[in-house]
C-alpha cells in the first residue's frame, strides 16, 4: 500500500492553467502534517492555453485540438494520481476549483471571456476524471469557501514550511477538510 503507516491521509489539489499543485496531508489546520507537495505540469507552453490555441485554427480542427489536449493532460494527470495513489495509501481528494457546467465549444471559441473560464473548467474536468478513473473519492472545493488569510493559515504555513503560496494553501486547507 505504500509509506502511509496507518496515518489518515487525503490529496489536496489546487487547479492552475496548465498546472495543479498536489499535496498529500495528514492532521489537521490546527495539527499540520504536509507529506508530499508537487508542481504538476499538465501541459506546457503554449499547448496549455488550450481553447486560445483552438480558437486560433479552424473551426473544424478545434474538436480535434482540444481532444488532444484533453489526452494528454489526462494521461498526464492519471500517471501522478496513481503514484500518490500507490505511495501514500491516499483514496480522497479534494480539487480547489470554480463549478459551472462547460459550454459547447463552439460558444466558447465565440468569446474571449468564456475562452478563459473555459481553461480552469478543462483542467478541473480533467482531474476530476483522472481521480475517478483511479478509483479515488474525488471532491469539488470551490476556491471561495476557502480563507487562505486566517491565522490559522498562516501558523501552518509556519509549522509545514515553504513553499506557502496561495495555491499550496488551497490545496492544504481542501486536503484537512477530508480529514476533519
Known amino acids: 500500500m505504500g509509506t502511509n503507516t496507518g496515518v489518515r491521509l487525503a490529496l489536496g489539489i489546487a487547479v492552475r ?7 498529500v496531508a495528514g492532521g489537521s489546520l490546527r495539527d499540520p ?10 501541459l506546457g507552453d503554449p499547448e496549455r492555453f488550450v481553447f486560445h490555441r483552438a480558437s486560433e485554427g479552424t473551426p473544424a480542427d ?3 485540438a482540444v ?13 501522478v494520481l496513481r503514484r500518490l495513489k500507490a505511495e501514500h495509501g491516499v483514496v480522497r481528494c479534494a480539487v480547489v476549483a470554480k463549478g459551472g457546467a462547460m ?3 463552439t460558444a466558447i471559441l465565440a468569446s474571449h471571456p468564456r475562452i478563459h473560464t473555459a481553461e480552469g473548467m478543462f483542467y478541473r474536468d480533467v482531474i476530476l476524471g483522472a481521480a475517478e ?3 479515488m473519492e474525488a471532491q469539488l472545493v470551490l476556491p471561495s469557501s476557502l480563507d487562505l488569510t486566517s491565522k490559522a ?14 495555491e499550496w494553501k488551497a490545496a492544504a486547507l481542501a486536503a484537512w477538510s477530508l480529514l476533519g
Not at 33 to 42: D, F, I, M, P, S
Open 17 to 23: 492553467t496548465g498546472w495543479a499543485a498536489c499535496l
Open 33 to 42: 502534517r504536509v507529506v508530499v507537495r508537487e508542481h504538476v505540469e499538465l
Open 62 to 64: 478545434a474538436p480535434r
Open 67 to 79: 481532444a488532444s489536449a484533453r489526452a494528454a493532460a489526462t494521461e498526464i494527470s492519471g500517471r
Open 103 to 105: 459550454p459547447e465549444l
Open 133 to 135: 478513473a483511479c478509483w
Open 153 to 166: 493559515v498562516t501558523a501552518a504555513g509556519k509549522a509545514v514550511g515553504r513553499p506557502w503560496s496561495a
